[in-house]
T-cell receptor, first 115, second 110 residues
Framework: DAGVIQSPRHEVTEMGQEVTLRCKPISGHDYLFWYRQTMMRGLELLIYFNNNVPIDDSGMPEDRFSAKMPNASFSTLKIQPSEPRDSAVYFC?????????????FGPGTRLTVL | GESVGLHLPTLSVQEGDNSIINCAYSNSASDYFIWYKQESGKGPQFIIDIRSNMDKRQGQRVTVLLNKTVKHLSLQIAATQPGDSAVYFCAENNDYKLSFGAGTTVTVRA
């Protein structure tokens, strides 16, 4: 298996622009997570889905952030409009309810820079 | 508030020695405590977990100890190798929501 796939790996954009991050979870996994990592705040859970349904979005910082999971093999995290403070590494992770409760498989991340 | 944190931000270890990474937590209600490893430029990777009703669990070259009396978690790595150089995070799992600590950077000296 190729693991969790994220694209793009790097994104540089200007303040005010829309940013869309993409994730393909591991086939067969029924949980998908979006995290953000910064030096100041560490690794934070933004939102997670179970069977394509958003379960908890309490970590989403504000209305500028939205996430969707239209099917079991694809999810997006969108920021509109983007701001410099959104600069971070965004990780997508997936896991299976039939396997370890604690083992989430992380993608390589998308490094976002908002100028 | 509830938090998971680490005692030391950095640890330098001689190759072949044992490493001990510590973590303090405050949420006694968590079902599981977990250790993740993050290598430079990569996402975190699961190492080992321990259920809250246990005090010790061993894996391959790693041992996790849980002291619920003082709310302390530790990860021991035996015979540390260069490939063990990474940032190590403790985390707790509450209904699939992982809360990560700040991380300890481990550097292995040759």
């Amino acid at each position: 298996d190729a693991g969790v796939i994220q694209s793009p790996r790097h994104e540089v954009t200007e303040m005010g622009q829309e940013v869309t991050l993409r994730c393909k979870p591991i086939s067969g996994h029924d949980y998908l997570f979006w995290y953000r990592q910064t030096m100041m705040r560490g690794l934070e859970l933004l939102i997670y889905f179970n069977n394509n349904v958003p379960i908890d979005d309490s970590g989403m910082p504000e209305d500028r952030f939205s996430a969707k999971m239209p099917n079991a093999s694809f999810s997006t995290l969108k920021i509109q409009p983007s701001e410099p403070r959104d600069s971070a590494v965004y990780f997508c992770a997936s896991s299976s309810s039939s396997a370890s409760y604690n083992e989430q498989f992380f993608g390589p991340g998308t490094r976002l820079t908002v100028l | 508030g509830e938090s998971v944190g680490l005692h030391l931000p950095t640890l330098s270890v001689q190759e072949g020695d044992n490493s001990i990474i510590n973590c303090a937590y405050s949420n006694s209600a968590s079902d599981y405590f977990i250790w993740y490893k993050q290598e430079s430029g990569k996402g975190p990777q699961f190492i080992i977990d321990i259920r809250s009703n246990m005090d010790k669990r061993q894996g391959q070259r790693v041992t996790v100890l849980l002291n619920k009396t003082v709310k302390h978690l530790s990860l021991q790595i035996a015979a540390t190798q260069p490939g063990d150089s990474a940032v190590y995070f403790c985390a707790e799992n509450n209904d699939y929501k992982l809360s990560f600590g700040a991380g300890t950077t481990v550097t292995v000296r040759a």
